[in-house]
């Protein structure tokens, strides 16, 4: 009897190393820290860029950058082809945004990335996509399913997809109720999306914020977690809301939703004009000093199919190409879920204990 009990304890870890991932969805293993980038294309990379992330990410999501629109999709299709002849296995988000262009009126960095939008179809501030209207969704439906049959991607990210929340960019823009107006069209155009898109292609919006972003988890796939302690370096992010973070990267996960877990080292691109002045190796020894808070910020809420990614920006050049000593300790599957008392979790895996103290904002692994 007890060799039998021994050996359902043997098989029930060895199914939680390697998760069955859903379909479409990136390979996930318990293995090591699962991983993921994101970052911007620009005007393409170096053979050696590409080589660096299909070796390191199996899921990764390439942004256009401050270029002109119509470089955007061939230069995505082209490193989403890229990676794909690198490594096979991985999967490529094409960064779409489906609420307004980047940018203001009178200050448009970044241009639509995709033009024949339909006569009018901003608000009035020409500023917000008109979603509320069948021509616009279709136009942007239309695009959507481009991103993945003809620019070879597996999938979106959906940046500013939570624009309606109450009290978040439509809410203060337009109003509560034209909010909520805009927030019912914008679900409805993700389900016509999914209908040309197909059932086996990513959906995966920013940013999850608990408990009202869990809406959008219906028509999506997962969620990035972008906030987590970002410019602290300038605001101190509450410890409640990092909290917050952990609990619906659990509770997403649990539901079989991926979830990108998106770390800081303390400072940004924007938040630490004098820290980017330094050499990039000194940014990188930096950042190696800090990564243990968000990382173990991560381990403590992560369930299968979560993603760590951790740079300093959104760009290439903010921290993609540096590699970290705890993405090749082994960590093996969680032994269960982590145990909080007041702001502090403590979770062990197969090889290694993880604490964290949210209150105090310090962390500790301990690698076995």
Not at 57 to 78: L, Q, R, V, Y
Request: charged share 25%.
């Amino acid at each position: 009897m007890r060799t039998r009990q021994l050996l359902q304890v043997s098989l029930f870890l060895s199914a939680l190393t390697t998760v069955q991932a859903g379909d479409g969805y990136p390979p996930f293993s318990w293995d090591r820290v699962p991983v993921s980038a994101h970052l911007g294309i620009r005007d393409g990379l170096e053979p050696e860029q590409y080589d660096f992330l299909a070796e390191h990410f199996d899921f990764i999501t390439f942004t256009g950058g401050k270029i002109h629109s119509e470089t955007i999709e061939p230069n995505i299709a082209a490193g989403a082809r890229a990676i794909k002849k690198r490594n096979p296995h991985a999967k490529v988000l094409f960064y779409w945004y489906p609420c307004q262009r980047r940018g203001t009126p009178e200050r448009n960095n970044w241009q639509l990335f995709f033009s024949n939008l339909p006569d009018s179809g901003y608000m009035e501030d020409q500023y917000t996509l008109n979603v509320t209207r069948q021509d616009v969704r279709d136009w942007w439906t239309d695009w959507a399913a481009k991103a993945v049959t003809e620019f070879s991607c597996d999938g979106l990210f959906l940046d500013g997809l939570c624009a309606g929340q109450p009290g978040f960019l439509w809410s203060r823009r337009y109003g509560d109720e034209k909010a909520a107006e805009m927030d019912k069209a914008m679900i409805q155009m993700m389900k016509e999306a999914r209908e040309k898109v197909g059932p086996d292609k990513l959906f995966i919006f920013n940013e999850l914020h608990a408990p009202y972003g869990f809406r959008y988890l219906k028509v999506t796939d997962g969620a990035m977690i972008a906030d987590f302690d970002r410019g602290a370096n300038i605001k101190q992010q509450p410890k409640e809301d990092m909290a917050n973070n952990i609990e619906a990267m659990s509770k997403a996960a649990k539901e079989g939703k991926i979830v990108i877990f998106k770390g800081w080292p303390g400072f940004t691109w924007w938040s630490d004009k004098e820290m980017l002045k330094k050499p990039h190796e000194e940014i990188h020894r930096i950042a190696k000093e800090r990564i243990t808070f968000p990382l173990a910020s991560f381990l403590v809420g992560a369930g299968p199919n979560c993603y760590f990614c951790y740079t300093w920006g959104w760009h290439g050049e903010y921290g993609t190409y540096y590699w970290y000593p705890e993405f090749d300790k082994p960590l093996g599957a969680p032994k269960g879920d982590a145990i909080r008392k007041g702001w502090t979790y403590h979770r062990e895996f197969e090889h290694a204990s993880v604490f964290v103290d949210l209150d105090n904002k310090t962390a500790r692994i301990d690698w076995k």
